[in-house]
């Protein structure tokens, strides 16, 4: 299994562009949960889905943030208009059902606007 | 309500010494509880869990942690520190209270191992 995967693994793009994350959960794996990592905050989970649908978004910082999950094999989250305050590393997790096995985590995204 | 807190936000340890890492939890349910270590400019892995079976629990790379419930506890430990180990660990719980998956993670704990 190639794990959870994530791309891209590094961007860089200028306030007020739009930015898209992807995700690629494990197979089989029933919850995606996106977080957000900074040296202020650590570790933030800011939306999860069960069986591709939005669970809990409360920790969406605001509007400009959205995710969708359109299928079990893949989910989006995207930053528009992007402002330096997003810089962080964005981390994508999936588990099973049960959650026992732990949460497996992509390598993450670190996304820098400037 | 869960929480998690570590109560260290830096470990200091020379290499061949043990190493513990502490973690106090707080959950209205019976807790999962998990241990990842993030190495730099790397990813979450997972070190441990406890599911409430054995209550002590063994890793990968030689590390363990014990469930303590009077104590609501959960330390990392190692016999021996190997400079690999220097890296970031985060103590997470997880409670499924109302059906709802709820997954926090505590403020993390940097280990330094001196040669």
């Known amino acids: 299994d190639a794990g959870v995967i994530q791309s891209p693994r590094h961007e860089v793009t200028e306030m007020g562009q739009e930015v898209t994350l992807r995700c690629k959960p494990i197979s089989g794996h029933d919850y995606l949960f996106w977080y957000r990592q900074t040296m202020m905050r650590g570790l933030e989970l800011l939306i999860y889905?069960?069986?591709?649908?939005?669970?809990?978004d409360s920790g969406m910082p605001e509007d400009r943030f959205s995710a969708k999950m359109p299928n079990a094999s893949f989910s989006t989250l995207k930053i528009q208009p992007s402002e330096p305050r997003d810089s962080a590393v964005y981390f994508c997790?999936?588990?099973?059902?049960?959650?026992?096995?732990?949460?497996?985590f992509g390598s993450g995204t670190r996304l820098t606007v400037v | 309500a869960q929480s998690v807190t570590q109560l260290d936000s830096h470990v200091s340890v020379s290499e061949g010494t043990p190493v513990l890492l502490r973690c106090n939890y707080s959950?209205?349910?019976?807790?999962?509880l998990f241990w990842y270590v993030q190495h730099p400019n790397k990813g979450l892995q997972l070190l441990l869990k406890y599911t409430s079976a054995a209550t002590l629990v063994k890793g990968i790379n030689g590390f363990e942690a014990e469930f303590k419930k009077s104590e609501t506890s959960f330390h990392l430990t190692k016999p021996s520190a190997h400079m690999s180990d220097a890296a970031e660990y985060f103590c997470v719980v997880i409670t499924m209270d109302t059906g709802r998956r709820a997954l926090t993670f505590g403020s993390g704990t940097r280990l330094q191992v001196q040669p």
């Open positions: 959950s209205s349910y019976s807790p999962s």
């Open positions: 889905f069960n069986n591709n649908v939005p669970i809990d």
């Open positions: 997790a999936s588990s099973s059902r049960t959650g026992a096995i732990g949460y497996t």
